[in-house]
């Protein structure tokens, strides 16, 4: 019988920002499944400028979204379902890192808001939660809070939490029983959240974006 076995390594990651982070306000971007960070972070550009750093993170699995012929476009993974303990945990230590890696030049520690984009919501509350770094906002876009996520032992940080779901009227990929699924999950756990829902589908909202930064 095979035996698994498992070694830490050094990844290059790469990570993409927008403004400064002497800002007293940081959006964190997480991307979804097959996506790249320089692309989600142009579909965000409703977030202001004006005082307000946003980075995207970029997760470290990528790989050809096109024919097998073609290889143009890339796209990455947060993970999947193999050795998904180890893999977690690796992209929990990952985001931190990013974090103090780019707060090092940053004066004062600044307001951190997330937002998870269909992967990326799991892989956001999995961060929110699991990880060391303070997160005040947590917006799930298009996506759900990780399912293996304990709500009765990480509610009370969650309800610390201004959490939002905003979700298109016509996203075949979280349909109205998986919302309200997840609604009543947090409700069952007191636990307070923000509703946002626009005309579309399985992508960001510039309007929707812009509430959520009070300049909508």
């Known amino acids: 019988m095979p035996t698994d076995h498992h070694l830490r390594v050094s990844r290059t990651a790469r990570i993409v920002t927008r403004g400064s982070p002497e800002a007293a ?3 964190v971007l997480l991307h979804g499944y097959g996506q790249c960070a320089d692309d989600f ?3 965000a550009s409703a977030l202001p400028g004006d005082d307000t750093f ?3 993170p970029e997760a470290l699995s ?3 979204v096109d024919r097998m012929n073609e290889h143009r476009s890339v796209g990455a993974s947060w993970m999947t379902r193999r050795d ?5 945990d690796d992209y929990v230590a990952y985001l931190d890192r990013v974090v103090e890696h780019v707060r090092a030049d940053a004066d004062a520690a600044p307001t951190v808001r997330v937002l998870g984009f269909s992967q990326g919501a799991a892989t956001a509350s999995r961060w929110a939660l699991l990880g060391d770094t ?3 906002t947590l917006v799930l876009w298009a ?10 032992r990480h509610a ?3 309800r610390g939490m201004d959490l939002h779901l905003a979700v298109g009227t016509h996203d075949e990929w979280i349909p109205e029983d998986r919302v309200e699924a997840l609604l009543q999950r947090l409700a069952d756990h007191e636990i307070d959240v923000t509703r946002h829902t626009f005309d579309g589908g399985h992508r960001l909202d510039d309007d929707i974006l812009r509430s959520l930064t009070g300049s909508g």
């Open 156 to 158: 009370e940080k969650l």
């Open 25 to 27: 306000t940081w959006w």
């Open 134 to 136: 303070p997160v005040d």
């Open 54 to 56: 946003v980075l995207a």
């Open 143 to 152: 996506g759900d809070l990780a399912h293996d996520l304990d709500l009765n």
């Open 62 to 64: 990528r790989f050809y």
């Open 84 to 88: 998904r303990e180890h893999e977690i």
């Open 41 to 43: 972070l142009e579909n």
